[in-house]
């Protein structure tokens, strides 16, 4: 099973994709964001990235979380080389950039999204240059860390659009409201798209939404769209242990159906602003200052 599994993956990442000509004004920034660890933000942020990929669209993957490699591990990948490397080491953007199944391109933070703050005018201004980079990518997925860090708040707001990940357990929709009612109090964003995760079925995921929606609208009077929802489903356990994404190994399973729908939600709805990309980079700087 492990052979099989291993080529699975050694496939996905072989597969040849048209090459698409990408407006850079339509790039859409999404930040993928929970209000407490271990209700698999990381895991939705891959499958989702991959099975976006899989539908012909160029995906960036920038994995934001503080210096954990989530994503790196989920696929079973090294990279050679960090956002580290770029800030003191010389390399440039593509230069770190990882390529995941259907040619996700990932990017590691790693140890040098510690040093944001800390950058000069000449490094920041570098970096904004290389950043330019990403302008080539139709989705821009962020992983931010879990919680309301000032590190996470600042990718959060920088983001154009915001993907809060919860489960139905009181603790992560607690938390989730935290971390809402700073954006509502800042006014960072006038809502943000929910995702049920780890759910017994759909009737839980909708009444987990559902309170959560309801409190944001009556003490914060802040917008909450629930976009879909992921059953609890051993498919998912069983890639996590395997470093695999469910969604090429298992991809008609429930949990993959679901992050398809999910995908095909993204895919109907209304593009970024134009300069979505030059717009997240430059707010992001102003956070981190």
Request: hydrophobic share 45%; net charge positive.
């Amino acid at each position: 099973m492990r052979d099989q599994a291993y080529k699975l993956r050694s496939l996905a990442h072989r597969v040849i994709r048209p090459r698409v000509q990408v407006d850079p004004a339509v790039t859409r920034v999404i930040a993928v964001t929970s209000g407490k660890g271990g209700v698999g933000k990381t895991n939705l942020s891959v499958n989702l990235g991959i099975t976006l990929a899989r539908m012909g669209k160029r995906v960036f993957l920038f994995d934001a979380d503080l210096g954990l490699a989530n994503v790196e591990v989920l696929l079973g990948l090294t990279p050679a080389y960090t956002l580290y490397d770029v800030l003191y080491r010389g390399k440039r953007l593509e230069d770190i950039v990882v390529s995941g199944p259907f040619d996700l391109q990932i990017i590691p933070g790693g140890a040098g999204m510690q040093e944001l703050a800390n950058l000069d005018s000449s490094q920041r201004a570098r970096l904004i240059d290389m950043l330019s980079y990403l302008r080539t990518a139709e989705f821009l997925l962020i992983d931010t860390g879990a919680g309301i860090s000032r590190s996470v708040l600042g990718f959060v707001a920088a983001a154009q659009e915001v993907f809060l990940v919860v489960t139905p357990e009181p603790t992560s929709l607690t938390d989730a409201y935290s971390l809402i009612k700073i954006l509502a109090r800042h006014k960072v964003h006038d809502e943000i798209s929910l995702i049920v995760n780890r759910a017994t079925g759909e009737h839980e995921a909708t009444e987990a939404a559902a309170k959560l929606q309801l409190v944001c609208r009556k003490f914060l009077k802040f917008t909450v769209r629930h976009i879909g929802s992921i059953v609890e489903d051993q498919v998912v356990v069983r890639a996590v242990k395997n470093q695999e994404p469910f969604v090429v190994t298992e991809p008609n399973s429930p949990a993959a159906r679901e992050v398809q729908n999910i995908a095909r939600y993204l895919l109907s709805g209304t593009l970024s602003p134009p300069g979505a990309v030059d717009s997240f980079i430059s707010r992001l700087f102003r956070l981190f200052r």
